[in-house]
């Protein structure tokens, strides 16, 4: 397996660096505290190992079965089977070390057990983990037949064989006595708002066997805004739905896999079959397939053969079908014939229904100021919300935090890690100037002339506001830069803003909302990457 894989996008989320989990005083610490310490010093590895590996590689090997915690100064993986521990093992040992020294400290140890068979290594030590007998997937399916010809249990769906044979084989792989579509999301409990309300309808369509979804569902956006939950959700409903059908839910780099292992094995034939019966197909990272040319064209005859049958394909991207670079125009062809769909970030008001939702299966009791205030510093990904309120319990924890949370105690506690660069290079006021024109659609000689239009006009006003809050620049300095003769002008402009924000303002009737802007705005520039068109 090639351990490249294929460029995966940085990971735009800042890296939070704890201190070291410190070691016990003479008096032990409680259960409580210590449990607490636990749960920050293991966020604090994620952060730092997804840092290490980018977002792709982190969600495909640590976020779909394997667990991470920290415990005595020691970092346990438990990986599904064996085959994802010698995986790991083999290729991120070295960022799971410097991970969990950012962790733990400079004695931090890795330790590796998978749940099938409990076989564990070192960091210390040279042993590997024992492959299991049967090649199997990240997600804990064997990847070829074996007895059951395919059918039962395929990377998170069951078929419909009703016998005791067959149920056993609707069984984990790693020998768990849980449905395998149980570790699925649910469209249950995906957080739907005008960010992603056309993705969850397409997904609920597929998911119900609806004769109206369309042959071939494409879902694209950015990482973290809910793809996967989207496609798994979709996958799991239809297994409640239908049971007898066969649906497979793999990633683009196992459909590879397989397709490669099926070539050297002279088992091509066996694959084909297997794949061209099934209801539902679905693939997550479904770029992965750019620069592999044979895989392509194998994956293309295999959604012809899908939509023949009448059967369904539902796929994943981080990027449009036309933007994935080196992909065969045949293939971009066949997905622009199904329904395309972006998943945007999520919006304020998604992003704060998250807050509380998580914030309460914590047990946290945030007021609604407090919500606010996590979900404006969290304007990129759930996967920020769902780091940030992890940080927010730990550390309540540990500082003994009673009672309801305010904004002034979110702030405190988690400090200004979602607002600040987290790049070397501080952030320039030209920066600033681009991606407010950008965003905000407003021409760079108007923003700088003495154009009046109320865009442009709310546009200066953030340019002004972003930059006292993001740089060290005085208002002189950004009078300057937007072509002003007096600070005067600029200090006005962002005191306005500051009005807009309070009165929760909007940019235009029906438009979005000048807070919203604003946080998404804060979010880039403090990543290095620029805003969305408004």
């Known amino acids: ?97 410097r991970a969990a020294i950012i962790a733990l400290g400079a004695e931090a140890t890795i330790s590796i057990t998978t749940a099938a068979n409990s076989t564990e290594t070192h960091s210390n030590s040279t042993e590997k983990a024992q492959l299991h007998t049967s090649f199997t997937n990240p997600r804990g399916a064997p990847l070829r037949d074996g007895t059951n010809n395919g059918r039962g249990v395929i990377d998170g ?41 056309l993705a969850f309808a397409a997904s609920q369509q597929v998911g119900e066997g609806s004769a109206d979804a369309p042959p071939i569902l494409f879902l694209h956006g950015e990482c973290g805004v809910g793809k996967t ?28 896999n397989e397709y490669i292992a099926a070539v050297r094995d002279g088992s091509l034939d066996q694959f084909r079959k297997r794949l061209r019966r099934l209801d539902l197909l679905a693939i997550d990272d479904v770029h992965f397939l750019a620069n592999k040319t044979a895989t392509q064209a194998e994956f293309l005859h295999t959604i ?25 125009q045949s293939l971009v062809s066949r997905f622009l014939s199904g329904m395309v769909v972006k998943v945007e970030r999520p919006d304020r008001g998604t992003r704060s229904e998250l ?23 969290c304007a990129g990904s759930i996967r920020e919300i769902e780091g ?29 890690d979602g607002q600040t660069n987290t790049g070397a290079a501080p952030i320039r006021l030209a920066a600033i100037v681009e991606a407010v ?34 740089t060290t620049h005085s208002y002189p300095e950004i009078a300057r830069a937007l072509g002003r003769d007096t600070h005067s002008t600029v200090h006005t402009a962002a005191k306005r803003l500051k009005g807009l924000l309070d009165a929760d303002a909007r940019i235009a009737v029906g438009g979005e909302a000048v807070r919203e802007v604003v946080d998404q705005l804060r979010h880039d520039l403090a990543r290095g990457g620029r805003g969305r068109s408004v």
């Open 437 to 470: 024109c950008d965003r905000m659609r407003v021409n760079r000689e108007d923003l700088l002339g003495s154009g009046r239009h109320a865009r442009t006009v709310v546009a200066r006003g953030v340019v002004a506001h972003l930059a006292r809050e993001l």
């Open 355 to 377: 807050v509380r939702r998580l914030a309460s299966e914590r047990g946290l009791d945030l007021t609604t100021a407090a919500e606010d205030a996590v979900a404006g510093r």
């Open 388 to 416: 940030a309120i992890t940080r927010l319990g730990a550390l309540v924890e540990l500082d003994g935090v009673r009672g309801q949370i305010g904004p002034g105690t979110v702030e405190r506690l988690l400090g200004h």
């Open 157 to 197: 769906a069951v078929d419909g064989a009703t016998d005791g044979a067959n149920e056993s084989r609707r069984r984990f792989a790693s020998g768990q006595r849980t449905p395998r579509s149980a570790a699925l999301r649910r469209l249950e409990d995906f957080i739907v708002g005008d960010s992603n309300r």
């Open 1 to 97: 397996m090639n351990p490249d894989l294929a460029h995966p996008p940085a990971l735009s989320e800042a890296q939070s660096v704890a201190q070291p989990m410190a070691q016990p005083a003479a008096t032990p610490l409680s259960r409580t505290a210590r449990a607490a310490a636990s749960a920050a010093a293991t966020a604090t590895f994620r952060e730092a190992l997804a840092a290490e590996l980018g977002a792709h590689r982190f969600g495909l090997w640590f976020e779909h079965g394997t667990k991470a915690e920290a415990t005595d100064g020691t970092i346990a993986i438990s990986a599904p089977n064996a085959y994802v521990a010698d995986w790991i093992g083999r290729n991120f040992r070295d960022a799971m070390q």
């Open 304 to 328: 012809d053969a899908i939509d023949l049958s009448g059967a369904r394909v539902a796929l994943v991207s981080d990027e449009h079908p036309r933007h994935i670079r080196r992909f065969s």
């Open 229 to 256: 939950h989207l496609i798994q959700g979709l996958c799991r409903r239809r297994s409640e739905r239908a049971p007898k059908q066969i649906i497979r839910y793999v990633t683009a780099e196992q459909f590879t």
